[in-house]
């Protein structure tokens, strides 16, 4: 599994995320893109990691079933 490091402001993104915060998190969201865009991308690409290990997971679950 791949893991994912976050600088603070990114950690500080997902938390109000989380949290329930949209005023921070969107203005975190704009922050982010308007100097360089990088933790989207970076989730995203760990978003399709795990989504494809889950899918050869169950594949293989049901070849032994």
């Known amino acids: ?4 490091e976050l600088n603070l402001q990114e950690a500080q ?3 109000a995320i989380f949290e329930g915060d ?3 998190a ?9 100097y360089q865009p990088s933790l989207l ?3 995203r690409k760990v978003y399709q990691v795990l989504k494809k290990q889950q899918k050869l997971q ?3 679950e ?3 079933a």
């Open 58 to 60: 169950q594949s293989s």
């Open 1 to 4: 599994m791949e893991t994912l």
């Open 26 to 34: 969107l203005q975190l969201l704009a922050a982010e893109h308007f």
């Open 62 to 64: 049901t070849e032994l």
């Open 22 to 24: 949209r005023q921070t």
């Open 13 to 15: 993104f997902l938390l």
């Open 41 to 43: 991308p970076r989730l």
